[in-house]
């Protein structure tokens, strides 16, 4: 490994030298210290890729060079050297991060060994981080999909951001991928290993979304039958997705800000606060800066949660990764049904790609997933395809005309929402949160309307 940066740190000159000397004969770029401060200031300054350090020093010893090796650069490879009276603390020093220790008096062969153990390990970690790193490029964050120059700009605003503690607001239309943001910005994050939680905010009851969010202590409430934690300290060390976030009531929206200001809860029927380390992603398919001047969501809370904002383009406005994404769809959907589809047809294809795509990735999933499941042979054809798809209708004006008599506006409007819901219920296979997405409404107000007409069908 040639041109490897070095940092030997000894208080001791004679052996500093000897140490150097070797180094430099082997072609390594070396830098000597001559204690523990110094090594420690330059951490600072230049990244190492090994250094090698005395344990008893005067006033900084090995240990706190150690560490603080570990903390700036925790890809540095940390050597020490220790008297042979002294291996107790060798011992420590390994269970803090040093890869091997050195015992004085030693033998130049046997250390020329180690380090060149040392330096291969170091190499094999950077090309395994590298290889990690070009994986997930290639691959645009596992499940994402694109080519086109505004999914490119959202795959690098999200490597930018990913280590950052900054909240993110994700924004976009129903079936656009939200909450894979979400979860790429988790798993390209130091917080990969701890929790990613995930929350839709229009599918919970207003009277329990204090108690969802934050918890609840045993007896707090008619029916808390027993303590529990919360989504903000089940996410706790990860990162937790609100989303349809303007969903949120007015007065939970206070405690959220809090929360977010803070770093800390408080349970419903809690004297004490709780605090959490938790990344925040929020995301809406509103317009959230109309939501905030109609009063829906707090002023306030939006510019805490839009410090980096995200915003992903509907299917229609990045047509050229509508391949992509078929291509995508039926390598993973004929896997998990066992059948042995390639490809799609030219004449299916271009169908697809014509097509407006309303309820955007997720609609064009589940036509994929239809026609794989109901089509036949090994490519993705024509006749698998919707009638809706194969046939569309023309575009023209809805022919509207007043009876002499007049009619009922409220009730006429009525009967085409009901027909609305019900299409967007087929069309969905009958999951109402895709047919609220699809119609662009919360969840909450899809259900509603759907209890009012489902009481209305009854009554007559």
């Not at 250390?111 to 190499?123: P, W």
């Not at 206070?254 to 408080?266: D, G, P, S, T």
């Not at 409007?413 to 662009?440: C, K």
Request: aromatic share 4%; net charge neutral.
């Amino acid at each position: 490994m040639p041109d490897t940066r070095v940092l030997v740190v000894d208080d001791e000159r004679s052996m500093r030298d000897l140490l150097a000397i070797m180094l430099r004969q082997a072609g390594h770029d070396v830098t000597v210290a001559e204690g523990g401060e110094q090594a420690i200031e330059a951490f600072k300054s230049e990244a190492y890729d090994l250094v090698i350090t005395d344990l008893r020093m005067r006033k900084v010893d090995g240990l706190a060079v150690l560490r603080a090796a570990k903390e700036i650069s925790p890809q540095t490879v940390v050597l020490v050297i220790t008297a042979f009276a002294s291996t107790e603390t060798a011992v420590e020093a390994m269970k803090l991060g040093a890869y091997d220790y050195i015992t004085k008096p030693f033998k130049m062969d046997e250390v020329r060994l180690i380090i060149a153990n040392a330096l291969e390990r170091k190499r094999l970690q950077d090309e395994n981080t590298a290889l990690k790193r070009q994986l997930r490029r290639e691959r645009g964050f596992e499940n994402f999909v694109g080519r086109s120059r505004q999914m490119l700009e959202v795959f690098e605003t999200i490597r930018k951001t990913a280590d950052s503690v900054s909240n993110v607001l994700v924004t976009g239309e129903s079936g656009t991928g939200k909450e894979l943001v979400a979860q790429a910005i988790h798993h390209e994050s130091s917080r990969r290993n701890g929790p990613f939680v995930s929350v839709n905010c229009g599918a919970i009851p207003e009277t329990l979304m204090e108690s969802e969010l934050f918890g609840h202590v045993k007896g707090a409430f008619t029916g808390a039958v027993a303590t529990t934690v919360g989504l903000f300290s089940a996410a706790d060390g990860g990162t937790l997705f609100l989303d349809e976030v303007t969903e949120i009531p007015q007065s939970v929206q206070v405690k959220l800000l809090r929360a977010i200001q803070e770093r800390e809860i408080r349970r419903v029927g809690d004297t004490r606060d709780v605090k959490v380390d938790v990344r925040l992603v929020a995301a809406s398919n509103r317009d959230v800066a109309k939501a905030v001047a109609e009063g829906v969501l707090r002023e306030d809370l939006f510019y805490r949660l839009n410090v980096i904002p995200i915003h992903l383009p509907p299917l229609r406005e990045r047509r050229e990764d509508i391949p992509l994404l078929v291509a995508h769809f039926i390598q993973r959907i004929s896997a998990e049904l066992g059948k042995p589809v390639r490809g799609v047809t030219p004449e299916a294809l271009a169908i697809l790609e014509q097509y407006r795509w309303p309820g955007n990735i997720r609609e064009l999933e589940n036509v994929v997933e239809r026609a794989l499941v109901l089509g036949s042979g090994d490519t993705l054809n024509l006749e698998a395809l919707p009638s809706d798809l194969r046939h569309p209708r023309e575009t023209q004006e809805v022919p509207l005309e007043i009876p002499a008599e007049g009619l009922d506006l409220e009730a006429t409007l009525d009967q085409i929402e009901h027909r609305y819901i019900q299409m967007a219920l087929a069309r969905m296979g009958g999951v109402q949160t895709r047919a609220a997405e699809l119609l662009r409404v919360s969840f909450r107000q899809f259900r509603y309307k759907l209890q009012k007409h489902t009481a209305r069908g009854m009554q007559r």
